[in-house]
């Protein structure tokens, strides 16, 4: 296979951390082996994602092995972290590999949990989104630039500057 890994079916991936509100659903593709070994969503430890959520909340940045936490910044500040894929087949933690996928039941998440607003963690999850979900949820979604550490391009700071922008009006400030 000349070095790439090799497709594996997988799934289901992880149940959606949410409360009974939310008021945005931030969406990935599918997790990565990282966050699958870890059983928990954004389990990279160079991942930006929790970092930044940290400080977009006003929450102090939890110790990646510090789930309790992870779920707390979600959970206190109205806001649902899911993935548009429950299962596909897929190479390593390649997005452009997917393959086969079987979407999440967005439309059924996003109106029990009376969500205003969706955010694509990056491309391929805004892709996914607007193939499998865009058409029987009806609200379009926000695709902003992965915080996956392959995204070098993006900086922490731009990252912090774009994800602020469109996601502040949506955390609940307690």
């Known amino acids: 296979m000349s070095g790439k890994a090799p497709r ?10 949410c409360g009974e509100k939310a008021n945005a659903l931030i969406l990935g ?12 969503y954004y389990g990279h430890p160079q991942n930006r994602f929790w970092p930044l959520m940290a400080e977009l909340t006003g929450e102090p940045v939890p110790a990646w092995e510090d789930l309790a936490a992870k779920r707390a910044i979600i959970l206190n500040h109205g806001l649902a ?25 967005l439309a059924a998440l996003i109106e029990r949990l009376g969500v205003q607003a969706v955010f694509c963690n990056g491309t391929a999850a805004g892709r996914l989104y607007e193939k499998y979900a865009l058409p029987l949820t009806g609200l379009p979604a926000v695709t902003l630039p992965s915080t996956s550490p392959a995204n070098a391009a993006w900086s922490a700071e731009r990252l912090r ?4 922008d469109a996601l502040t009006p949506f955390v609940n400030k307690e």
Do not use: H, M, Y
């Open 8 to 17: 594996t079916a997988v799934g289901p991936g992880f149940a959606p951390l």
């Open 29 to 40: 593709s599918f997790p990565s082996p990282k966050s699958r070994a870890q059983s928990f």
């Open 81 to 105: 972290v899911w993935d548009v894929i429950e299962r596909c087949t897929i190479c390593g933690a390649s997005d452009a590999s997917i393959r086969d996928a079987v979407p999440n039941d």
């Open 161 to 164: 500057q774009v994800w602020g």
